[in-house]
């Protein structure tokens, strides 16, 4: 089915990689298990090589099960030249900057940046004699051109932020670097391809954790990296490597969440911004950090650049102390604690950026709780959280 003209992409994550060739006359492209392949001759083996979609050689190189995820994620992405798939989204990230940098080079790095970024970014970077100097991600393009040098080879966005949430304006990031010869990266996870295409704003690598969204069930951990034509070669190399693939039955697992991706999006959508919005009219709550509400940081970048915004937000609890907010997170009976999100189930976490920025301080009215809004009825999720505020100690 792909070759045809995709245009919008609800369509997209429908019909996105599911060639004929691939599908055999079945709606999905099955789970298609190989460590070895089997040729009838060396002239075979030999022709299979270089290794490359379409074309079995080898259980790294993949076959058509992973293949069709890779290709449908590409084709969600405008202009862009292929995807790589990898264990994981802290792999997509690491894998992503290492087909970049190398001893000497400068990386800019947003400081709201995922903390495992970070951490890879201030241990194994800084390892290979490559120096990472962070920005505000309110920074404006001429105040990250500033701190770009000669040695500098990329900038790394992510927009929004974890766990605060600043929309960073990409287009102006992507033309400085552009002029000044720099690569672009990006984590595109919250907004997905679906809500924000990241290289048809100008960035050379696309970096998605398909461990939220993409799969959405909270069942699989997996990262994808894609490419503009000018960045998909080296990514491609750095990627086969390093030894980096997943497995056949993840890709399907994965692939059957993509294609109900838009509909499970607009439904976080619409639950976050009707929870985030009655979260505003609460006395115990301060700040909202929601890309789609006004006020929140970025929010105009985010009414100019996005096509919609996903479940995850945090917001301040309004002159509570952490110990007090810790409270409130473990009295809600509908949001589970833990880490990750992009599933269908409601999720809460104490945010404390406070302790990993080191190029912005923001204060906020309180410690900062993130959400991520589930496809549960919002009502029930309202009514939950106000049972939980009520429970919160009268001095705030
Ligand atoms: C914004 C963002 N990027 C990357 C990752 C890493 O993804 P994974 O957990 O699949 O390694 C996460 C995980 O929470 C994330 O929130």
């Not at 792999?91 to 992503?96: L, N």
Request: hydrophobic letters at 40%; a negative charge.
């Amino acid at each position: 089915m792909s070759g045809k003209k995709l245009v919008h992409p609800d369509t997209k994550l429908v019909l996105g990689g599911r060639r004929k060739e691939w599908l055999r006359g079945m709606v999905n492209v099955p789970v298609s298990r190989t460590s070895t392949v089997l040729f009838e001759s060396i002239e075979e083996i030999h022709a299979a090589y270089p290794p490359e979609d379409g074309r079995l050689s080898y259980g790294r190189n993949g076959t058509w099960t992973q293949w069709s995820l890779a290709e449908a994620l590409t084709e969600l992405e405008p202009g862009a030249a292929g995807t790589r798939l990898f264990p994981s989204g802290a792999a997509a990230v690491s894998i992503a900057l290492m087909s970049v940098l190398g001893p000497g080079d400068e990386l800019l790095m947003v400081d709201s940046a995922y903390g495992p970024t970070r951490l890879f970014c201030d241990r194994e970077l800084k390892r290979l004699g490559i120096a990472t100097l962070y920005y505000d991600p309110l920074a404006t393009a001429e105040e990250v051109e500033r701190l770009v040098t000669d040695r500098t080879r990329a900038i790394f966005m992510e927009s929004p932020g974890s766990l605060t949430f600043e929309v960073q304006d990409v287009p102006g990031l992507c033309a400085m670097a552009k002029a000044r010869g720099v690569t672009t990266l990006l984590d595109n996870t919250w907004a997905t391809p679906f809500f924000f295409q990241a290289t048809g704003k100008g960035i050379d690598l696309s970096i998605v954790a398909c461990t939220k969204y993409i799969s959405g069930h909270s069942d699989l951990m997996m990262g994808s990296v894609t490419a503009a034509p000018s960045h998909w070669e080296r990514l491609a190399r750095t990627g086969q490597g390093f030894g980096q693939y997943v497995s056949p039955d993840d890709a399907f697992l994965a692939a059957r969440g993509l294609r109900t991706m838009g509909v499970r999006l607009r439904q976080h959508e619409l639950g976050a911004v009707k929870v985030a919005r009655w979260l505003k009219d609460q006395p115990q709550v301060g700040q909202i950090l929601h890309p789609a509400l006004d006020g929140s940081p970025g929010h105009e970048l985010w009414a100019r650049d996005f096509q919609g915004s996903s479940g995850l937000f945090s917001f301040a609890l309004k002159g509570a102390d952490k110990e007090a907010r810790d409270r409130f997170v473990e009295r809600l009976e509908l949001f589970g604690i833990g880490y990750s999100w992009g599933g269908f189930e409601s999720l809460a976490v104490p945010a404390d950026a406070d302790q990993l920025r080191t190029a912005s301080s923001r204060s906020y009215d309180g410690p900062l709780v993130r959400l991520h809004i589930g496809l549960e009825d919002p009502d029930d999720l309202i009514a939950d959280l106000a049972q939980s505020l009520a429970g919160l100690p009268a001095s705030g």
